[in-house]
């Protein structure tokens, strides 16, 4: 019963040009989101979130896009670095629970 | 350090073995979450403190699994009977509530590998 999906593996970008990530949920009761990034032989590390009464939050190159009608969020990153070549997970969080259920991953390669 | 920290890093068990990991959070954290993650998946919730008071413990949590918060500082979790499924990286994190909707620190994981 995955209630956060990840649809695409895999992700390879040139450097400069934008990434776009895409996650989308199932469960109507989640009200917060995030995105982690992880490099191998490490814990996943925070890198945005956004709360589900906005549609956009940015942090300098890094910034997530919530649709709530379509249960869909992505995060674009502008412009692409070669060490922003990592598994990035997205996560959910219902308004009631303090439980994090987490997507299955994309790995970013950013090509140089 | 002011990170998670995990320990041990990795270890190697027979079937049937009992194993204890340790994760020291942050300091002024008062959450503390254990997850599982296996190959080509999200890390899994298994369960998780505030303080000393263990308050979520996920479905995945078998009678196998015990999970401990014994001071509200660091936590220990234990495997009784390991089997090969249990084969997995445990990553524990940490988080302060009240602060930006419980953003969570992660440490960097213990691997189990059970032979």
């Known amino acids: 019963d995955q209630q956060v999906k990840q649809n695409s593996p895999s992700l390879s970008v040139q450097e400069g040009r934008i990434s776009i990530l895409n996650c989308d949920y199932t469960?109507?009761?989640?009200?917060?989101f995030l995105w982690y990034k992880k490099y191998p032989a490490e814990g996943p590390t925070f890198l945005i979130s956004?709360?589900?009464?906005?549609d956009k939050n940015e942090d300098g190159r890094f910034t997530v896009f919530l649709n709530k009608s379509a249960k869909h969020l992505s995060l674009h990153i502008v412009p692409s670095q070669p060490g922003d070549s990592a598994v990035y997970f997205c996560?959910?969080?219902?308004?009631?629970?303090?439980?994090?259920?987490f997507g299955t991953g994309t790995s970013l390669t950013v090509i140089p | 350090d002011t990170g998670v920290s995990q320990n041990p890093r990795h270890k190697i068990t027979k079937r049937g073995q009992n194993v204890t990991f340790r994760c020291d959070p942050i300091?002024?954290?008062?959450?503390l979450y254990w997850y599982r993650q296996t190959l080509g998946q999200g890390p899994e919730f298994l369960t998780y403190?505030?303080?000393?008071?263990?308050?979520?413990k996920s479905r995945l949590l078998s009678d196998r699994f015990s999970a401990e918060r014994p001071k509200g500082s660091f936590s220990t979790l234990e495997i009784q009977r390991t089997e090969q499924g249990d084969s997995a990286m445990y990553l524990c994190?940490?988080?302060?509530?009240?602060?930006?909707?419980?953003?969570?620190?992660f440490g960097p994981g213990t691997r189990l590998t059970v032979l």
């Open positions: 300091s002024e954290h008062n959450r």
């Open positions: 469960n109507s009761m989640f009200d917060y």
């Open positions: 994190a940490s988080s302060l509530v009240g602060y930006a909707y419980n953003e969570q620190f």
């Open positions: 956004i709360s589900s009464i906005k």
């Open positions: 996560a959910a969080r219902p308004l009631t629970g303090n439980q994090f259920y």
């Open positions: 403190f505030q303080n000393e008071a263990q308050l979520e």
